[in-house]
């Protein structure tokens, strides 16, 4: 057995960006001086020989791939999600057009067209995302066939541990194969998903050595962290990943900071979560998107307003107080999808699968969220965010904050019709301990960037997923 190198999936991804950038190269010039582009921007000082763009292309693809590998995207990316690699690509695109105007700027000899560079910023970030986007797919054609697949092994036996164990081992896309996991004791819960127990942690380093083990998840609760550094230790000097899973809500923070105040140093472990100019930034986007799409879908909305209206009695739109930003209070609208007298028996209890509460109209709605439309209202009004952590009523936040650590931590930021926690899957009943852990994630990772991948991600799976209800 040897260790597999990781070779083609990068060199095949290092050629395929080659060629979309010459590509990009060529379909600019094409779209300025040859395609009916030209009759909307004429061609005025006659049209510059094609070999200029080819001699300018050799010399920058280089630098772009230069630039791409030292924003690290020609490692084995293996479980890269599409959206991170488009925001990877865009960024790229953008450094490498200032290089390029750079180079135009003072390079006298020739006279380019800056609406070639201008189209080419367009059809460069278009071909590199399509060519990324099926670089994807054959690495996950090629790992789900059993090639190249890396020798893994899970340090620890608790829910974290079998959870990572069930997920390696039912989806071999992800280019990973489980030899086992070392603990203790053998577990039941990592003996339900296949796992095989190879004895304690204390062996570890001679079966690295033994079975070439390619990369160690260690995966430890916090009362045997102090058993960490002697694993780490007894693995010195073995060509072996390791990486930690953390417990995202034992972590205190990811952006612990050094202040002086007076002189006085003082270590900052907790920051506001968004600061003046990012709340800005966001709820600019919120006002901007949430007014188009509200133009857009409106006629939807109309149509939905008047099957809810024909199928029962009772107001169309159903209001109910959730809570928001710093614990304040707010009425949350949405399409309503269920009987008039839904909670009359049980009071307030979450939704469940085939509730039979909901009407046909409402099941529909839910299925596809489109009940939750009506929400673009909540974010116009400043209620809520298009992204945020879900927003919950004030008898489950009662119950909840005495039980998760960390909960209210979700309140640092408003609300939002969608969410870190539900684009990976936690919605309906998902234990809310897991989602608190993502929730948490995004109040202390917040960006632009990460809110646009959240609403990707969502569009995505509310077309695709099945756990809406």
Request: positive net charge; hydrophobic residues 50%; proline residues 5%.
């Amino acid at each position: 057995m040897r260790r597999r190198t990781d070779v083609l999936i990068p060199l095949l991804t290092v050629l395929l960006d080659a060629l979309m950038i010459e590509g990009a190269f060529l379909l600019s010039y094409w779209l300025r001086f040859d395609s009916a582009l030209t009759k909307v921007f004429p061609v005025t000082q006659g049209i510059p020989p094609l070999s200029a763009y080819v001699i300018g292309s050799a010399v920058i693809i280089p630098l772009w791939l230069w630039i791409f590998m030292n924003r690290g995207l020609y490692r084995p990316r293996r479980c890269v999600d599409f959206s991170d690699e488009f925001f990877a690509v865009v960024r790229v695109v953008a450094v490498g057009m200032l290089v390029v105007l750079a180079g135009v700027f003072f390079y006298r000899e020739f006279s380019f067209s800056r609406l070639v560079f201008g189209l080419l910023a367009v059809c460069a970030t278009l071909l590199l995302t399509a060519g990324r986007y099926g670089m994807l797919k054959f690495e996950q054609w090629w790992y789900g066939r059993g090639n190249d697949l890396k020798r893994v092994i899970v340090v620890g036996a608790h829910s974290l541990a079998a959870d990572i164990a069930r997920r390696v081992q039912t989806d071999k896309r992800l280019g990973y194969r489980l030899v086992g996991y070392f603990a203790e004791t053998p577990s039941p819960g990592m003996t339900d998903t296949g796992a095989e127990h190879l004895g304690n942690p204390n062996d570890v380093a001679d079966f690295i050595r033994a079975a070439h083990i390619d990369i160690v998840l260690i995966a430890l609760p916090e009362s045997e962290h102090p058993a960490l550094n002697d694993l780490v230790r007894a693995c010195e000097g073995l060509q072996a990943e390791m990486m930690m899973v953390p417990d995202l809500v034992e972590l205190l923070t990811s952006q612990v900071r050094i202040r002086h105040i007076a002189g006085i140093p003082f270590l900052g472990i907790k920051t506001v979560a968004l600061s003046a100019w990012n709340q800005i930034v966001k709820r600019s986007f919120d006002l901007l998107v949430s007014a188009i799409i509200l133009i857009l879908v409106s006629p939807i909305l109309l149509l939905i307003a008047l099957l809810v209206k024909l199928e029962s009695r009772g107001p169309v739109f159903y209001k109910q107080e959730r809570v928001g930003l710093d614990g304040d209070l707010f009425n949350v609208l949405k399409f309503r999808s269920m009987r008039l007298d839904a909670e009359a028996n049980s009071g307030p209890v979450w939704a469940q699968k085939n509730d039979p509460r909901a009407t046909r109209v409402g099941r529909f709605l839910r299925r596809f969220s489109l009940d939750e439309l009506p929400q673009l209202i909540n974010v116009l009004r400043g209620d809520m965010s298009l992204v945020g952590p879900r927003p919950e009523r004030q008898h489950f936040v009662d119950q909840f904050k005495a039980e998760i650590p960390k909960y209210l931590e979700r309140h640092r930021v408003k609300t939002g019709m969608t969410g870190w926690a539900q684009v990976n899957g936690l919605r309906g009943n998902a234990p809310i301990s897991e989602r608190t852990k993502y929730d948490v994630y995004y109040v202390e990772n917040w960006s632009l960037v990460f809110d646009l991948k959240i609403i990707f991600k969502t569009l995505r799976a509310v077309l695709f997923g099945e756990d809406a209800y």
